[in-house]
């Protein structure tokens, strides 16, 4: 079956441009993670959709970063006005809720700022 | 807070070698516990995981055990290959409704 799928999978963007990230869960999946993967920074967590829950935020890291998800399914992380700061490999997963049920990951989006 | 903390990298082994990757963590309650492979370019993926104290997860030949008493879930595998080069990352899920919080991951090399 399908895995979890995002694009663009390589962005090349100018400094002060704004630029969107799509993610397209695992069909029936409904909790959603968009994560940062940053050279020697790790794995950064961004933003939890959960149903109809409120969205965790707590991992955004500036208001220039925003993200929605229409109809519990594909989401849209949106970052604006691009800092060189901000390029990095963004990741989304999907998963069934549950504490020990597997979340899995899409290949990435790696985003440049020149 | 939850946090997870790995020993620090990168590791180096030849092939055959015994690997020991260690991890420990903090958190309230009784987290799940996973291990997650990254492959050079390619995404991440679930390697083994454990849900409560005393399982031990496995897979590809690693194995590791949840031990509530000493905070911490190493990573093991008795013979290395040379295909096991990846990058792994240590993380936990404290409920059901909740992040995964990761570590800040180690880089495996194994050399023929």
């Known amino acids: 079956g399908a895995g979890v799928s995002q694009s663009p999978s390589n962005k090349v963007t100018e400094k002060g441009k704004d630029v969107e990230l799509r993610c397209d869960p695992i069909?029936?999946?409904?909790?959603l993670y968009w994560y940062r993967q940053s050279l020697g920074q790790g794995l950064e967590f961004l933003i939890y959709f959960q149903g109809n829950s409120a969205p965790d935020k707590s991992g955004l890291p500036s208001d220039r970063f925003s993200a929605e998800r229409t109809g519990g399914s594909v989401s849209t992380l949106t970052i604006q006005r691009t800092q060189q700061e901000d390029s990095a490999v963004y990741l989304c997963a999907s998963n069934f809720p549950g504490a020990g049920n597997t979340i899995y990951f899409g290949e990435g989006s790696w985003l440049t700022v020149v | 807070g939850n946090s997870v903390t790995q020993m620090e990298g990168p590791v180096t082994l030849s092939e055959e070698a015994f690997l020991t990757i260690n991890c420990t963590y903090t958190?309230?309650?009784?987290?799940?516990l996973f291990w997650y492979v990254q492959y050079p370019g390619e995404g991440l993926q679930l390697l083994l995981k454990?849900?409560?104290?005393?399982d031990k997860g496995s897979n590809k030949g690693f194995e590791a055990t949840y031990r509530k008493e000493t905070t911490s879930f190493h990573l093991e595998k008795g013979s290395v290959q040379v295909s096991d080069s990846a990058v792994y990352f240590c993380?936990?899920?404290?409920?059901?409704?909740?992040?995964?919080?990761f570590g800040k991951g180690i880089t495996l090399s194994v050399r023929p």
């Open positions: 069909s029936g999946h409904t909790a």
């Open positions: 454990a849900t409560k104290a005393d």
């Open positions: 993380a936990l899920k404290p409920g059901a409704n909740s992040k995964l919080t």
């Open positions: 958190a309230t309650g009784y987290p799940s």
